[in-house]
Each structure stands twice: as C-alpha cells, then as structure tokens.
DNA sequence: GCTAGACTGCTATAAACTATAGCAGTCGAT
DNA sequence: ATCGACTGCTATAGTTTATAGCAGTCTAGC
C-alpha cells in the first residue's frame, strides 16, 4: 500500500506550494525581504498609482491586512503612499523600492528556473498553464477587471 | 503592462494553493474536519500501524506541532495513540475515524474532480505529474525512507 | 442639492499554522 | 555500559489569514 495522498492534486499542489515558497524566502533573506514584499513590489512597479486597496485586491490580501504590510515597506523607504483622494492612497515605489526590486527580480528568477528545472523538459511548457488554470479565480481577464473596481470579490 | 506575477510558477503555486485549500476546508467544513485532519485520518488508515513522529515526517509536520494535533484527533475519538516502544506511539483509526474518513473520502474526491475540472481536458493528465515535479522532495521514491527511517529530512 | 449605499483606510482581535529550543526518557550499536 | 540518535512533550514566538466594526469619503439617483 503506498501513500495515497500522492495521487490528490489538493495535496500535491500544497506542498508544492510550501516547499517553494519556502525555499523563495531563503533566497530572498539576503535582500531581508519575504516574498509577499517582492510581490507587492513588482505589483507596485508594474502598476504605478495603484490603490493600496485594489493592490490588495489584485494579491489577495485583506484590506485590514494591508495595513502594517504596506506600512512595513513604507518605513523601510522602498514604497511611498500618495493620497489620491480623501479616502484612497496610491501606492509608488521610491527609488530605493526600484533598486532593491532589481536585485529581488534577479533572485525570483532563479527561483522560477529551480522550480523549472525539477520539471521534465517536455512538461515545463505547460507548467505556467496547469497552474493558471487551477488557480480559477486567477485568469488574465479577471485582473483587469479587480484591479479597477471592487465587486469582483 | 499586465500583471507581472501572472507569469511566475511559484506566485501561480501559491495562489492555486491558498484558493484549492480555501475551498477544501470550506467543503470539510460540515463534517468538521479541516484539510489536515483528512490527511492524516487517510494516512493512518493507509499505514496502520505509523508511528506520531513518522507520520509528522510523511505530513511534513513537526514533531512539536504533532501534539496538539494528534491530541485534537484522539479527543475527538477519530485515532488511538498505540504504545509500540516506550518512546514511540503508534496511530490508528478507531471505527468512528473510519467511517467519518469514508465520509471525508467523498468530499475530497468532489474536490478533486472540481479541481482537475477547471484545467483543460488535454491538460488533466499532467496535473499529477507537474505537481509532484515541483514539489521537489516528495517523490514516491522518497516517501518509503521517510517512513521506516528518519535522518531524511 | 441631498441622501443612500458602496467604498477606503484603519483598529482590534482571534484562529491557524509554522518554527525553535530544550527536556526527560528510550533505543541501538559498539 | 555507554554514546549518539531518536521520541514525545512543553513552552513560546512569529506568520499568515480572517472577522467585526468605525469614521470618513465618494458617487449615483432622485
């Protein structure tokens, strides 16, 4: 009798999962980042002005939870808040945001082509797929979408 | 610019995994059980006889946090706690664990098929496959050594 | 204009989960 | 008989995720 979680793709995908993202925040203590941090910083980079709400949208993160996590980083100096409205801050890297992003960008890299490399060559092309693809809520077409407007839970 | 982490396996991972194991314990929900419970309610049943400590090593559990959890099990009247040595204990189902497990079996398995679902017929077959590779340490090759003995952690 | 409803950032708090250090006792091999 | 590895355990702390609620703000419809 063999271990019959091994065939459940639930299990699979979460321990694939922790083992990556453990092994990513490895690779970015050096920086002294945590990979939410990198996330938050690529998003920022990616999408300047983008509302610290509609980040949180676009990363999963409650609003509530938004707060010390964007106040961390802005402390740090690597992100600014700018109030857009009365109510709405956007979010832009500084230039020490940029710098460091460039180095972390380096280090995701590297973790992308381990995390290939354990994938036999003829199944990497589909790895980004399969992935996206039990990700429901994550299409491409849908972040458009959440990161305008709210209502898309 | 479209979002930058849409491209990135170990993001994808992540967010798969987070929204799979959201949903899991949302369906476990009525049976109250959660997505480790289940594990290790299939894990007992599959290897009677495992001992707490190999069972934290297959489950990727620590030593110190399989107390309390085991404890809850045993409480709840779904395992026993067999003394096999007079340091190691082995787990067993009780046949109240049994039946809600055959209960558990079948709320997985509608996870399952809602997961395998969502990717593309040609693309289901690789599911299995794509995960296991990327989760690097837990080839079925693997998971024998961690059972019998330890040191490969 | 003005109001109702949705939205923002925030506080406070709790539930899970994960991780580390250390302890007493036990086992196995030399 | 002893040394090193192992087991179950306590205690503790850090991380992440979730909920409820508040004051203030914006917007759409009347």
């Known amino acids: 009798m063999q271990d019959p979680l091994l065939n459940l793709a639930g299990y699979l995908l979460r321990r694939a999962s922790s083992a990556a993202l453990a092994e990513l925040n490895a690779r970015l203590a050096p920086l002294d980042l945590r ?48 109030q857009v409205d009365r109510r709405s801050q956007a979010l832009e890297l500084t230039r020490s945001g940029r710098m460091l992003l460039k180095r972390a ?37 849908d972040v458009q979408r959440r990161v305008r407007g709210p209502s898309a839970g």
């Open 35 to 82: 990979h939410a941090d990198v996330a938050m910083l690529m998003l920022a980079e990616a999408w300047p002005g983008l509302t610290q709400s509609a980040a949180g949208r676009v990363l999963g993160i409650q609003r509530a939870n938004m707060v010390p996590f964007v106040e961390h980083l802005e402390r740090r100096g690597l992100l600014r808040r700018r």
């Open 105 to 141: 960008r380096r280090v995701v890299s590297a973790h992308e082509a381990a995390l290939l490399g354990r994938v036999p060559p003829g199944l990497r092309p589909v790895v980004v797929p399969v992935l996206t693809a039990l990700w429901q809520g994550g299409a491409l077409r």
